[in-house]
């Protein structure tokens, strides 16, 4: 027996085991190893590029997948894989090609149906991408995630909240390019917006709190209006950027609502910038705060404008709220509105995104 192919296939093998345990690197040193004793064997070519798709190494892994489809191109598994890194490399009509014929080889995944359905709905076929969600639910897909999706591309009933793992994931994939793609290729500004009017008070608050701190984009803003800055995100990825801004004195891994209605702390400064998106109704994140908030405290955030309906989710999955809804919830919650402006949140395909930014203060 070759043994060099024998030491590939142990060491392919410890790469599974690490795999499955969610060992990236280490997994991705036994494939690496692999491929080097058996070049070219697709298995350990589609192996080592699913590990670099974890890693966030998407054109790396983009290759070594395309390699091996070159060898077997009628595996159902690699085209899969394939059309998730084309995806995520923003190239989504390719992407569609791939998942229609990993699924004409093999209609089981539920999760290919739910990813081709996310293709469609970002080419802005919302019906198409609703059959695509609705097949993944029938072939035992997550529920909740779907009838999430099913809401965004369709209307009907808006889920209050999404789905927890839905954020997370989103947040720690978008994590090693968060801050660039926001503020360069988005034109993203709400952190000094915000900041902006509050410096304009010529006051220093005691403790800032930063909801859905992310990277820490906020974080030196508060950092020069607070003594002491507290950050929160659902995200350890993105915990890990804030962390390294070193404007924060503690940060915490948690849901935002989840932190406030744990929290014993009082915090005279509060910042949720491009926060409210991804969260859906705020009725009982707004009245924890207020419990954690002393009068003369200061409340600001940002959220996507809706014209028509108190929260809307849009196709984006992003949530809109709108100015009557936030006016009623700083009444119901002791605040008193200081400023409520509108501007462009962002951008997305050069289209200004409405937004409203938001200033409150504890009564």
């Given amino acids: 027996m070759d043994t060099g192919l024998e030491q590939a296939r142990t060491l392919f093998l410890e790469g599974v085991a690490h795999y499955e345990a969610g060992r990236w690197p280490q997994a991705e040193q036994k494939f690496a190893a692999a491929l080097s004793l058996a070049p070219g064997r ?23 997948l395309q390699e091996a489809l070159a060898k077997e191109p009628d595996q159902a598994e690699t085209l899969g894989h394939c059309a998730t890194a084309l995806a995520e490399l923003g190239r989504t009509q390719e992407a569609l090609a791939h998942f229609d014929r990993a699924l004409a ?3 089981q995944p539920a999760a290919l149906w739910m990813l081709r359905g996310t293709a469609l709905r970002e080419l802005a076929r919302p ?4 059959a695509s969600f609705r097949e993944a639910l029938a072939r035992g897909g997550d529920r909740e995630l779907l009838e999430y999706y099913l809401a965004g591309v369709e209307g009907g009933q808006v889920p209050p909240r999404p789905p927890r793992q839905y954020v997370e994931a989103l947040f720690d994939r978008y994590a090693l ?11 993203y500004d709400a952190p000094p917006v915000l900041a902006g009017r509050l410096s304009a008070q010529g006051r220093r608050w005691r403790y800032a709190l930063d909801l859905g701190c992310g990277t820490g984009l906020c974080g030196p803003f508060l950092r020069k209006l607070a003594d002491r800055v507290s950050g929160v995100d659902l995200s350890g990825y993105m915990l890990e950027r804030a962390a390294a801004t070193k404007a924060y004195d503690d940060l915490q891994q948690a849901d935002a609502l989840e932190f406030l209605a744990g929290s014993r702390e009082s915090f005279d400064l509060a910042m949720a910038a491009d926060v409210f998106i991804y969260v859906g109704a705020v009725d009982e994140l707004f009245a924890r705060l207020a419990e954690r908030m002393p009068a003369g405290g200061s409340f600001c955030f940002t959220v996507e404008e809706s014209t028509d309906e108190d929260i809307a989710l849009r196709p984006s999955l992003r949530y809109a709220h709108s100015e009557a809804y936030l006016r009623r919830l700083a009444t119901e919650n002791g605040f008193s509105v200081l400023a409520m402006e509108r501007r462009p949140l962002r951008e997305e395909e050069r289209r200004p995104i409405p ?9």
């Fill in 127 to 130: 019906q198409d991408a609703a």
């Fill in 355 to 363: 937004g409203l930014f938001a200033w409150l203060e504890r009564r």
């Fill in 177 to 187: 390019e968060f801050d660039d793609h926001l503020v360069q290729s988005l034109r």
């Fill in 105 to 107: 080889l093999d209609p």
């Fill in 42 to 64: 697709p298995s350990v070519l589609t192996n080592l590029g699913v590990v670099r798709l974890k890693l966030g190494r998407t054109e790396e892994a983009l290759a070594l």
